[in-house]
C-alpha cells in the first residue's frame, strides 16, 4: 500500500464511526484511530509485533481478578493514570494537589474515632498522624470524611493478604468542628507494585524499577468541596525520583518526624478546593 492508501485506509475507518449517536464516543473513537493508526507507522509495527501486544493484553485480561487489575497498572506505568488525574484536577494554588488513586483503595473500609489506631494488627512501625482539613479560604472544615488506606512494612496492603478476617492499615474517620484530626497507624515504607504479571515483565524488560516512595493514600470528601484523593509521600525515602506510576508531587512530600520518645510523627494539612 501506498502512503497515500495508507492514509485512506485510516480515513475509511473513521468515517465507519459517522453514524455514531453519542457525540463523545464517536470523538473518541475518530481520535483514536487517529493515534493508533500513527502511532503503528511511526514505529512501523511488523506483524509480530502486532500479535507479541495481542498477546500482551491477552495475558494482561488474563491476570485480573476480583483484586488484581492488571490494566490500571499498565495505565500507570505509562503516565496515562496521572495525565487523567493531571487533567481533571486541575485546582487553584494553595489547594493540596490530587495523584492516583492505585488499585489498593478498598470500599467500606472500618470506621474509626479521632485517636483510634487505624493499623489494626498490620506490621509496622507507629506512627501517630496528625493535621487539618481546610477551604481555599482558610476556613475549618468539620466532618470532612477522612479516608485513609497504606501498605504494611512488608510492602502489602490487607487485599493482597488471602485469608485475612479483617481490614488493616485502613480506616474511615471524620475531621472535629475545628477541622483538625489525628489516627494512629504504621510508618509508611517503600513497596514494589506487583510484578508477577504482565506490568512486571514490561518493567524487567525495559529496566525500570517498580519500587513506589513510601506513602500513605487518602481520599477526602466534604460538602461543598471538590474530592480529593491523593498522597503524602516520605520525605527521605531514596525512591522519590523514580515512582513508577509518576504520582510524586513536590507539595506531597513531608516529613515523618522522630519524636524524642522514638515514636515517629507525620503532620499534614489539607486543603480543599470549594465546588463553587
Ligand atoms: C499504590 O500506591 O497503591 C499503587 C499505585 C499505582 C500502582 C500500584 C500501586
Ligand atoms: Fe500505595
Not at 11 to 24: I, Y
Not at 45 to 66: D, P, R, S, V
Not at 126 to 138: D, E, N, Q, S, Y
Not at 267 to 273: A, G, M, P, S, T
Request: with cysteine.
Amino acid at each position: 500500500m501506498s502512503p497515500q492508501n495508507l492514509d485512506s485506509l485510516t480515513q475509511a475507518v473513521q468515517e465507519r464511526f459517522a453514524d455514531t449517536p453519542e457525540p463523545r464516543l464517536k470523538e473518541i473513537m475518530v481520535a483514536l484511530v487517529k493515534h493508533l493508526h500513527a502511532f503503528a507507522r511511526d514505529v512501523r509495527l511488523t506483524e509480530a509485533e502486532w500479535f507479541q501486544g495481542i498477546e500482551y493484553l491477552t495475558a494482561a485480561g488474563q491476570k485480573c481478578t476480583a483484586t488484581r487489575q492488571e490494566f490500571i497498572l499498565l495505565s500507570d506505568v505509562l503516565g496515562l493514570s496521572m495525565l487523567t488525574v493531571a487533567m481533571n484536577n486541575d485546582k487553584p494554588p494553595g489547594c493540596t494537589e490530587a495523584t492516583v488513586f492505585g488499585p489498593f483503595y478498598v470500599p467500606d473500609a472500618p470506621h474509626y474515632e479521632n485517636g483510634d489506631d487505624v493499623a489494626n494488627g498490620a506490621s509496622g512501625q507507629p506512627c501517630l498522624v496528625r493535621g487539618t482539613v481546610r477551604g481555599l479560604g482558610g476556613e475549618a472544615i468539620a466532618r470532612a470524611t477522612i479516608e485513609v488506606w497504606q501498605a504494611d512494612d512488608e510492602g502489602h496492603y490487607d487485599v493482597q493478604k488471602e485469608d485475612l478476617p479483617h481490614a488493616q492499615a485502613r480506616g474511615v474517620l471524620y475531621s472535629r468542628a475545628d477541622g483538625s484530626f489525628d489516627f494512629k497507624t504504621i510508618v509508611s515504607e517503600a513497596y514494589p507494585i506487583p510484578t508477577d504479571g504482565p506490568v512486571g515483565a514490561l518493567l524487567q524488560a525495559t529496566r525500570r524499577s517498580p519500587w513506589r516512595p513510601a506513602h500513605l493514600h487518602f481520599m477526602l470528601k466534604a460538602e461543598g468541596y471538590e474530592t480529593l484523593i491523593t498522597h503524602v509521600f516520605r520525605k527521605e525515602c531514596v525512591y522519590m525520583q523514580a515512582d513508577p506510576v509518576f504520582g510524586v508531587r513536590e507539595s506531597l512530600i513531608a516529613d515523618w518526624k522522630l519524636l524524642p520518645d522514638g515514636a515517629t510523627l507525620l503532620e499534614f494539612d489539607f486543603v480543599l478546593n470549594p465546588t463553587r
